[in-house]
């Protein structure tokens, strides 16, 4: 979310910035048009080029690009080491700093709410006393007031009539509300302006409706308080204001207004009367009045637009929305792609003949694999997780959206079918196990995560010293059956060995070393920028560190990151990146035999 939000703003400071570019070279054109353009910027704060993006996606090319799952035989101490989420935060070097770190997204939450409540706070005062000052007047039906209003109301194509309230308060006249204007007339302003100036006053308002710029200031005044940390929104909110009262100049004196009247009834106004506490509540003061008084006296409504800048804002605009949905669009065959066949992968075979569940109580922690022979499937005090990733064949750290209880909660599970099933065939019959026993449902996404780059640590290229060009000639198959105390496994060629401080490997590719090797590590996906191609043989050890953050049964901290660089001349470089990941949407304890 963190990301997300970080990308939001600085693609609505981006377009912010490229609308004052533009306001910039249309500076000598009509009010109205640069007002247009702030009002885009303002609305791009709540719409997000993600939701484009998406757009994008669903009608990208169907074509599905495989991803292809390295096939490295693992070695580890317990069968939960694939069970540890990816989602482990990025390494800190001290208790405190993690501490920090962990709280500082609840910290930032809590001062956005504040200063959003603070905001809103302070308006809902500003409002309830201009609704007060409202509800306290009295409704004008007649006199000379009331006239010019209709008549103006029919000269500017306001169909339904405007509501006209006499008040006793010092606020200027201003229009309130959205849907169902009323405006609000001081009653001392006939002492102080003749007919042709209320006149005047009574053709701004009347433009405000029009137009309406209350809707377009309450929408502003929401990203105000969404995004009140980013002085941006206020500077925005400022240039609103602005063009908005010059683009209702430019009508009053268009709809036949005396210039020096109208100048001189706006500043009347001013002598006697407060300004409009609210944006949402337009009234006739706002803006900086020396330069409206200026433009107003020099009768100066700006040029009207010329082709070629229509045509640079109708091609900015189909760029701003082309770009993101055609970025979608690329982009959808990588966020679709699953594997060569994902109707296969993930497709629920028969049920076995005869199954039995029973929850493992015994506390026992010792490491039992799995069976699979043929026709036979059965685990002995496992959690569930390990065996939805056996039955999803997932990559390390893919599993997401599972309760607590699939890593706590052992089982013993005895599976046997009435054929031989093997391979592919008897993981379809696992998925159709843990939907009929467990309830289990899931599908597969593609999300920003956190993620390592393996990448060379040397500025020459060179290798470390526990890293050498592979001297197996190929695979050969990892030993089998489970490690008797004290006994060190030979590491296969094609297989890798980690254990708590160590990683072992033979005749492994980089990215086999980066995707099935680091990944089990350090708890999330590890993506090979090397750029180094062949086999090679590693044996890299660091003194485990349990106490930091990062899978516990590998000891992450310090010392491993240490250890990459100095051992391997590789280094682990966190950052984010598109991951597939298997989500479980619903799952349920099992019910006993």
């Known amino acids: 979310m963190t990301a997300l939000l970080a990308d939001h703003l600085w693609q609505s400071t981006l377009v912010a910035a490229s609308v004052a570019l533009l306001t910039l070279a249309l500076r000598r054109n009509r009010a109205q048009v640069r007002y247009r353009l702030w009002l885009v910027a303002s609305a791009k704060f709540l719409v997000p080029f993600a939701a484009l993006v998406a757009v994008g996606s669903t009608i990208g090319w169907r074509a599905s690009v495989p991803i292809a799952t390295p096939q490295l035989a693992v070695v580890a101490n317990s069968w939960d080491a694939i069970g540890q989420p990816f989602s482990a935060p990025a390494f800190t070097s001290t208790t405190f700093t993690s501490a920090f770190a962990s709280a500082l997204p609840i910290l930032l939450v809590a001062a956005w709410l504040i200063g959003c409540a603070t905001i809103l706070l302070v308006w809902a005062v500003r409002w309830r006393r201009v609704a007060a000052a409202v509800r306290a007047a009295t409704p004008i039906r007649e006199g000379r007031e009331l006239d010019a209003l209709r008549r103006l109301e029919t000269a500017a194509g306001v169909t339904r009539p405007i509501a006209l309230v006499a008040s006793d308060t010092s606020l200027e006249p201003g229009v309130f509300g959205v849907w169902n204007p009323a405006l609000l007339w001081p009653r001392s302003i006939a002492g102080h302006l003749n007919d042709h100036q209320v006149e005047a006053i009574l053709a701004h308002e009347v433009t405000h409706v029009r137009r309406r710029d209350n809707l377009a200031a309450a929408l502003h005044m929401i990203v105000q308080a969404l995004f009140w940390f980013h002085p941006l929104v206020w500077w925005i909110g400022a240039r609103l204001v602005d063009e908005r009262e010059r683009a209702c100049d430019a009508e009053v004196v268009r709809l036949g207004s005396e210039p020096r009247v109208y100048a001189e009834s706006i500043l009347k106004t001013c002598q006697f009367y407060v300004e409009s506490p609210l944006a949402c509540v337009s009234g006739v003061t706002g803006s900086d009045l020396k330069k409206r008084i200026e433009q107003i006296m020099s009768n100066d409504a700006g040029v009207a637009m010329t082709m070629s800048k229509k045509l640079l804002l109708a091609a900015t605009a189909a760029l701003a929305i082309s770009l993101p949905i055609a970025a979608g669009a690329l982009n959808a065959p990588r966020v679709r792609a699953q594997s060569p066949s994902p109707a296969a992968k993930d497709a629920l075979g028969p049920a076995f003949a005869a199954v039995s569940v029973k929850t493992n109580s015994t506390g026992d922690r010792m490491f039992y694999p799995v069976t699979t022979e043929r026709g036979r499937f059965a685990v002995k005090n496992m ?42 065939d008897l993981r379809s019959m696992v998925r159709r196990l843990l939907a009929d026993r467990f309830n289990m449902v899931a599908h597969r996404e593609t999300r920003e995560q956190p993620i390592y780059a393996l990448v060379m640590a040397r500025s020459d290229g060179t290798l470390g010293p526990q890293i050498r060009t ?59 920028r090397t750029g180094l191609d062949g086999h090679f043989d590693l044996d890299v050890s660091w003194t485990p560190d349990p106490g930091t953050a990062g899978p516990p049964l590998f000891g992450v901290g310090p010392a491993t990151f240490t250890a990459v660089e100095e051992q391997l001349g590789l280094r682990l470089v966190p950052e984010t990146g598109p991951v597939e990941v298997f989500v479980i949407d619903r799952m349920e304890k099992p019910l006993p035999n």
Do not use: H
């Open 383 to 424: 959690s569930v997780r390990t065996v939805i990733i056996y039955a999803y064949d997932l990559p390390f750290g893919r599993l997401v959206g599972a309760p607590d209880w699939t890593r706590s909660d052992r089982f013993d599970i005895e599976a046997t079918a009435d054929g031989n099933a093997a391979g592919e």
């Open 470 to 528: 592979s001297a197996c000639t190929g695979k050969a198959p990892p030993p089998n059956g489970p490690l008797e105390p004290g006994r060190q496994p030979q590491v296969p060629c094609g297989g890798a060995q980690s254990r708590p401080g160590s990683l072992a490997g033979r005749w492994l590719t980089m990215d086999e070393v980066a995707d099935n090797g680091w990944s089990v590590i350090m708890g999330r996906p590890v993506r090979n």
